[in-house]
């Protein structure tokens, strides 16, 4: 008779355990779920950073470019004073310069 009460016992134990092994388990696993969750979120925030770092680089370049053949423009148009073509091709390349100025000062 006490054989049987230890066993029951026991056996009982071993489920309780068994079902404290499954619910740690998946403690874990959502665990790891919200830690994947937040990595991608950081992934994505990193991301995104990288991006508009890159596309500010590259307004940064093009506007030293212009402001590049605007000097050039300039050197052309004193050997040629008379130069209409030039001198609206000066304006149209710094109007957009300026529009890339206001894009580049709205990054900050």
């Known amino acids: 008779m006490i054989q ?12 309780l355990a068994g079902a404290w092994a499954i619910n740690d388990r998946f403690a874990t696993l959502s665990y790891v779920k919200e830690s994947d969750a937040a990595t991608e979120m950081k992934l994505v925030k990193t991301l995104e950073t990288f991006q508009k770092s890159s596309e500010r680089k590259d307004l940064q370049n093009r506007y030293v470019f212009l402001t590049d053949q605007i000097m050039t423009m300039k050197i052309l148009l004193r050997k040629n004073p008379g130069d209409v073509d030039l001198k609206q091709d000066i304006k149209d390349v710094d109007a957009e310069r300026s529009k890339i100025k206001q894009i580049l000062d709205s990054f900050k």
């Open 4 to 15: 049987k009460v230890l066993s029951i016992i026991l056996i009982v134990f071993s489920f």
